[in-house]
C-alpha cells in the first residue's frame, strides 16, 4: 500500500500513453471539482510536459489545438472546465510580478504550469507536482507525482486507483 507522502510514479513508453495519463488526471479532476486546481511541471526540455498537457485537456472537455505557450506566456482553453495553461521557460523574476500568476490560480478551472520551478513554492501553495523525465529508450518517460497539499494527496490516491493508461 502506498504511504500518504509516497509519490506516485508511472512510467510511460508512448508519447500516447504520456497524453493518456495526462487524460486520466483531468478526468479525476473533473470528478472532484476542479476550480483552483494547480498541475506543476517540471522537466527538460522535449521530457513531454506539453504532450501530458494536452491529454490533460482532453480528460478536462476541453477541444482544439493545445501548443505550448512559451512565447504568450499564457493560454485559456474552453471546455468543460476551463484550462490556463501557463509556461514559464522564458520568463524572468520581473514578467513573473507582472504576469498575474496569483489571478490565474485562483481561478475557476485547472492551471497547468509548465516550467513551474521558476515560479517557486511560495508562489504556488498548495499543487500537484509532476516531475517529467526522461527513461530508458527515446519514448520512455518517467512521471513522479508529488502531492503539496491535502487536496492533492486524494487527487494522487484517485489517479494511482485508475491506472486507465496502461
Known amino acids: 500500500m502506498r504511504g500518504a507522502h509516497t509519490p506516485l510514479i508511472v512510467r510511460s513508453r508512448s508519447p500516447e500513453q504520456t497524453r493518456a495519463v495526462g487524460a486520466a488526471l483531468g478526468s479525476v479532476l473533473g470528478r472532484m471539482g476542479p476550480a483552483g486546481m494547480v498541475v506543476a511541471l517540471s522537466g527538460p526540455l522535449g521530457a513531454g510536459k ?17 501548443r505550448s505557450p512559451t512565447f504568450v506566456l499564457v493560454h485559456e482553453h474552453r471546455g468543460a472546465i476551463p484550462l490556463y495553461h501557463v509556461d514559464l521557460y522564458r520568463l524572468t523574476s520581473h514578467d513573473l510580478d507582472t504576469l498575474g500568476l496569483e489571478e490565474i490560480l485562483d481561478g ?31 519514448d520512455d518517460r518517467v512521471l513522479r507525482f508529488t502531492p503539496r497539499g491535502d487536496r492533492y494527496h486524494h487527487v494522487v490516491k484517485e489517479l494511482a486507483a485508475c491506472a486507465c493508461w496502461e
Open 108 to 138: 475557476p478551472g485547472v492551471t497547468a504550469i509548465e516550467w513551474a520551478d521558476r515560479a517557486g513554492p511560495d508562489v504556488l501553495g498548495a499543487h500537484l507536482g509532476i516531475d517529467v523525465g526522461y527513461g530508458e529508450g527515446d
Open 50 to 66: 506539453t504532450c501530458f498537457v494536452q491529454g490533460l485537456a482532453s480528460g478536462l472537455g476541453v477541444r482544439g489545438a493545445v
